[in-house]
């Protein structure tokens, strides 16, 4: 059995200008085969391009992978949600970084104000115990 849940909402407001991938947050995480056996990210995030922009370009990363596992991909000028997911399967067992990075198309800034991870697991085996016994015999 498989549930999603929040893990993460950050509402800092970050500004990078570059035409390369640069850090903007950075999120550790565990996965782990007993108690998160993490199988998908989803990842909630806004993008403000400036008007002299033709492209912004949000990164999600993990680790030190030379190459995005998801990208957002925007040329608004407002701040707008967007969602993107990946699945890690092969990721191996550990302690991980998820890292946002953040480029623009030709290196004016571009702005991230609101990241929202939310994660997809395996119900450990306290909450397969939880669901199959009654309350009152755990108790």
């Known amino acids: 059995m498989i549930k999603t849940e929040h893990y993460h909402t950050d509402e800092i407001e970050v500004s990078i200008a ?8 950075i999120l550790d995480f565990e ?3 007993f108690h998160s056996n993490i199988i998908k990210v ?6 403000i391009v400036p008007p002299e922009e033709t492209k912004g370009f949000l990164g999600v990363f993990i680790d030190n992978e ?5 990208v957002i991909e925007s040329d608004l000028t407002f701040s707008h949600i ?4 990946f699945e890690t399967y092969n990721v191996p067992f550990g302690r991980h970084t998820l890292k946002i990075k953040l480029k623009s ?7 991230n104000t609101f990241l929202e991870i939310h994660i997809t697991r395996f119900y450990n085996l306290y909450e397969m115990v939880g669901l199959l016994l009654p309350i009152e015999i755990l108790g």
């Open 82 to 85: 967007f969602k993107t997911e």
């Open 31 to 33: 996965k782990d085969p």
């Open 18 to 25: 570059s035409k390369d991938w640069k850090e903007a947050k």
């Open 66 to 70: 030379p190459k995005p596992r998801a």
């Open 42 to 47: 989803r990842v909630f995030a806004d993008l």
């Open 105 to 111: 198309e030709q290196g004016y800034p571009i702005v």
